[in-house]
């Protein structure tokens, strides 16, 4: 196991967030701000103290897996909400979800979360086709949630007897400190 170097030091502007690496270990920046960057095994999370870390859960499954049954009849349930609404509040966190897949929507979900993200929303709940279907913007989704600090969990779900525990499993993590 590599010896990891810690540095702390002071960022003098609120836009920016240094992050170092040496020899392969990262190094985590503290701002006067009180904004902390920690990254380690090739997560990366930035969050002010104090405040919680926004999260994404990527409900993944081929087409009619049961992505659609697992959000609209057991997470909103779970999280307070009816079928047909799309936002919640959780621990005093905002969130959002999508029950139709982004490759199945006639919608661009980039763009729409480029909107919410950094302004309205701490946490997201969307379907997503697996990386290795040739429509999937499962690297697309990943890649932005990386670039905006949301800490992203996916579930990967084959059938519809599996939406119960993975509803669950996307719960535990959106209820998670």
């Not at 509040?89 to 999508?98: E, K």
Request: one cysteine or more.
């Amino acid at each position: 196991m590599k010896d990891c170097l810690f540095l702390y030091i002071t960022i003098t502007t609120n836009h920016s967030n240094v992050i170092h690496n040496f020899g392969g270990c990262w190094v985590s920046a503290t701002s006067h701000f009180r904004k902390s960057v920690e990254i380690g095994a090739g997560e990366a999370r930035i969050k002010k103290r104090g405040q919680k870390m926004k999260r994404a859960i990527i409900i993944v499954g081929p087409h009619h897996s049961g992505k659609s049954l697992t959000i609209n009849e057991h997470l909103k349930g779970l999280l307070g909400i009816r079928k047909r609404e799309r936002l919640f509040q959780l621990n005093g966190m905002r969130g959002v979800i999508w029950s139709q897949s982004p490759e199945e929507a006639d919608r661009d979900i980039i763009t729409k979360l480029k909107d919410k993200v950094v302004e309205r929303y701490e946490l997201f709940v969307l379907p997503c086709r697996p990386k290795n279907e040739e429509v999937s913007l499962f690297g697309e989704l990943h890649e932005f949630f990386a670039e905006h600090s949301v800490e992203v969990k996916t579930l990967e779900i084959q059938k519809g007897d599996q939406a119960p525990e993975t509803a669950a499993a996307a719960f535990k993590f959106l209820n998670s400190n």
